[in-house]
């Protein structure tokens, strides 16, 4: 296992340069980095009273819609402030010249904000609105202004909730399968900013490795993940990215 030397940076650079097909993984780390908190740090006095099961959960929703509408306009409006950090751009940039795979655990929309035209969001988009009842498929893209709770302009019978997903509830089949496919089929893996810790999305670095891919970390902090790691990079990712981008371009 290499740490994080100097010289890390530019051998890290050539592996993305060589690789035939590469997916990268980014955490609640790399939206830190843009100053979003994760859900369970929030530090305003308010919402920090509410057990995170209360606001994200669809039983919270079915007791108190309009809190936890309230609580996701707030965090959309701490979102709305937040910029995307190197390595948002750093990855939009490689995207468009390597074929590179991203896979989020984050719903802000910062990967796209930086230009990341394909990204595979396991855990939704908090910008996204759909019906909360399971037989109405509606989704709509949120308004600013929608302050208040929306009843469901398709089936006009359920409130619309964030296009998240909430504790309790499955992953979309269809982005997990994308997420294992890619990760099986890849040779080189990125784990970013993220603990690696909860499952399934733990499991995608897993499944690369047993295909043989190479499984590089970047990650300030020790994870469950790094003894599994070909390296590691102990480094915020944003700095990273700084000094790799001007290898690659
Ligand atoms: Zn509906």
Redesign the pocket.
């Known amino acids: 296992m290499l740490n994080s030397s100097e010289k890390i940076i530019p051998q890290l650079a050539a592996q993305l340069l060589s690789a035939q097909r590469i997916v990268v993984m980014t955490g609640a780390g790399v939206s830190a980095e843009s100053g979003i908190s994760t859900f369970r740090d929030s530090e305003d006095s308010y919402w920090s009273q509410f057990d995170p099961m209360t606001l994200a959960s669809l039983d919270g929703f079915s007791d108190n819609p309009q809190r936890v509408w309230h609580w996701y306009q707030w965090r959309r409006q701490q979102i709305a402030l937040a910029r995307p950090n190197p390595a948002h751009v750093g990855l939009a940039h490689l995207q468009r010249r390597l074929p590179l795979y991203l896979i989020t655990q984050n719903v802000d929309g910062l990967h796209q904000q930086a230009g990341s035209q394909q990204v595979c969001e396991l855990h939704g988009n908090i910008f996204i609105n ?4 399971v ?4 989704r709509e893209q949120h308004q600013d202004n929608a302050s208040d709770l929306i009843t ?7 409130y ?1 909730r964030p296009g998240v997903v909430w504790f309790g509830e499955c992953l979309a089949a269809e982005r997990l399968e994308a997420a294992d496919l890619a990760s099986r089929d890849c040779d080189l893996f990125l784990s970013m900013g993220t603990s690696a810790a909860v499952y399934p999305a733990a499991g995608f670095a897993a499944l690369a490795k047993q295909s043989g891919a190479q499984i590089i970390e970047i990650n300030p902090a020790a994870t469950p993940l790094s003894e599994h790691a070909d390296w590691v990079i102990r480094a915020p990712v944003g700095s990273v990215f700084e000094r790799l981008m001007p290898l690659l371009s």
């Open positions: 759909q019906c909360v009842s037989s109405c498929n509606y469901c302009p398709q089936c006009q019978q359920a619309l």
